[in-house]
T-cell receptor, first 111, second 114 residues
Framework: NAGVTQTPKFRVLKTGQSMTLLCAQDMNHEYMYWYRQDPGMGLRLIHYSVGEGTTAKGEVPDGYNVSRLKKQNFLLGLESAAPSQTSVYFC??????????FGPGTRLTVL | GESVGLHLPTLSVQEGDNSIINCAYSNSASDYFIWYKQESGKGPQFIIDIRSNMDKRQGQRVTVLLNKTVKHLSLQIAATQPGDSAVYFCAENPRGDSWGKLQFGAGTQVVVTP
């Protein structure tokens, strides 16, 4: 099993551009999550999903949208990127409240 | 508000010694805790977890201790190795949150010296 994978690994955007980050898991997990990690800080939850077709806001949802059209995929979108969204983004999946398993991350820079 | 926190931002340990990483939590409603290890440039890696009905849980070279009386969680690493150098996070899941959401602390940097 590949576990949790994320694409792309790196991306540079200009302010106002849009992009989508893809997270895929092959463990048949119900729950999936998107976090951002900034220097010297822990992980902050952006959005999460508890099943196919469902999404919910986390701690820092503004400026992001998500979709979970298939159980194995969770997409994070930035409609109009801002420099404040420069961060490392992590996706995680969970088999229902038994711990989360993380992907390798996407390093995003917004100029 | 209630949060998960760590006592020390950086911990230097000599190779072969035991490491103890501490975590204080203030949310008495939390009933599930996890320790993660994050190496530079990688995603957090699950190390060990513990539920609030336990005081201690052991894994391979790691032990997690939970003291509910003083709301304290610790991770002990036996015979620390260079590969243990990383940032360690504790995380908690509040009781009643059935969606598995975790609240993370800021992390402790562990540096293993030869």
């Amino acid at each position: 099993n590949a576990g949790v994978t994320q694409t792309p690994k790196f991306r540079v955007l200009k302010t106002g551009q849009s992009m989508t980050l893809l997270c895929a898991q092959d463990m048949n997990h119900e729950y999936m999550y998107w976090y951002r990690q900034d220097p010297g800080m822990g992980l902050r939850l952006i959005h999460y999903s508890v099943g196919e077709g469902t999404t919910a806001k986390g701690e820092v949802p503004d400026g992001y949208n998500v979709s979970r059209l298939k159980k194995q995929n969770f997409l994070l979108g930035l409609e109009s990127a801002a420099p404040s969204q420069t961060s490392v983004y992590f996706c995680a999946s969970s088999p229902r409240s038994w711990g989360q398993y993380f992907g390798p991350g996407t390093r995003l820079t917004v100029l | 508000g209630e949060s998960v926190g760590l006592h020390l931002p950086t911990l230097s340990v000599q190779e072969g010694d035991n490491s103890i990483i501490n975590c204080a939590y203030s949310n008495s409603a939390s009933d599930y805790f996890i320790w993660y290890k994050q190496e530079s440039g990688k995603g957090p890696q699950f190390i060990i977890d513990i539920r609030s009905n336990m005081d201690k849980r052991q894994g391979q070279r790691v032990t997690v201790l939970l003291n509910k009386t003083v709301k304290h969680l610790s991770l002990q690493i036996a015979a620390t190795q260079p590969g243990d150098s990383a940032v360690y996070f504790c995380a908690e899941n509040p009781r009643g949150d059935s969606w598995g959401k975790l609240q993370f602390g800021a992390g402790t940097q562990v540096v293993v010296t030869p």
